[in-house]
């Protein structure tokens, strides 16, 4: 069975320092796994997305997540935090191919102080 | 591209009455879509899902009989949250995948922020 966790469920980080979501993960198959960021009252927007191509994966804002098959794990970093990036972030893991066996994690909030 | 939107974004109902939430998407085709649920400070919990033309498959401990779903056409589903009770008072996110053979991706709404008075 698919499983995804959210090692911290707050990070509090300063601007302009970097930021560091941890996410493991458990997958029989060979798994696709995505993160999302989350707004207050809004919806979800896809940052990144692994889909077994490069370990290393880039989205969007500057963010970046490995992926490492030996430590089950998919973190999510950026360099330099900055204050629009303050919302929840979701890891989700879905056994590649099949729509819909979205596997969410229990989310981190981000924080970025001054 | 692969815009999602949701109608509508708030709602405040009595309790008893019914409420509909739309789920469109707006320059895709959607063969199957997905309704989910989120509680305050809590992750997404999977509904429903739908495909365009037949019958919802709902997942284990959800009451069909009270989140009525359609999915009439590639670009419109509807949630139908019967009558309403306090505790249905929730964030209703909806997501949009396209045809079958595309890749995993899902494309989210925004959200309905149901309450129930």
């Known amino acids: 069975a698919q499983s995804v966790t959210q090692l911290d469920s707050h990070v509090s980080v300063s601007e302009g320092t970097p930021v560091l979501l941890r996410c493991n993960y458990s997958?029989?198959?060979?798994?696709?796994l995505f993160w999302y960021v989350q707004h207050p009252n809004k919806g979800l927007q896809l940052l990144l997305k692994?889909?077994?191509?490069?370990?290393l994966v880039k989205g969007i804002n500057g963010f970046e997540a490995e992926f490492k098959k030996s430590e089950t794990s998919f973190h999510l970093t950026k360099p330099s935090a900055h204050m629009s990036d303050a919302a929840d972030y979701f890891c989700?893991?879905?056994?590649?191919?099949?729509?819909?066996?979205?596997?969410f994690g229990k989310g981190t909030k981000l924080s970025v102080k001054p | 591209g692969a815009v999602v939107s949701q109608h509508p974004s708030w709602v405040i109902c009595k309790s008893g009455t019914s409420v509909k939430i739309e789920c469109r998407s707006l320059?895709?085709?959607?063969?199957?879509m997905f309704w989910y649920r989120q509680f305050p400070k809590q992750s997404l919990m999977l509904m429903a899902t739908?495909?365009?033309?037949?019958?919802?498959?709902?997942e284990q401990g959800v009451e069909k009989d009270k989140f009525l779903i359609n999915h009439a056409s590639l670009t419109l589903s509807t949630l139908t949250v019967t009558s309403a009770h306090p505790e249905d008072s929730s964030f209703y996110i909806c997501?949009?995948?396209?045809?079958?053979?595309?890749?995993?991706?899902?494309?989210f709404g925004p959200g309905t922020r149901l309450t129930v008075t």
């Open positions: 739908s495909n365009e033309g037949s019958k919802a498959t709902y």
């Open positions: 997501s949009a995948a396209p045809g079958a053979g595309m890749s995993d991706e899902q494309y």
């Open positions: 320059d895709f085709q959607a063969t199957t």
């Open positions: 692994y889909t077994s191509a490069a370990t």
């Open positions: 997958s029989s198959y060979s798994p696709s």
């Open positions: 989700v893991v879905s056994e590649g191919g099949s729509q819909g066996n979205l596997i």
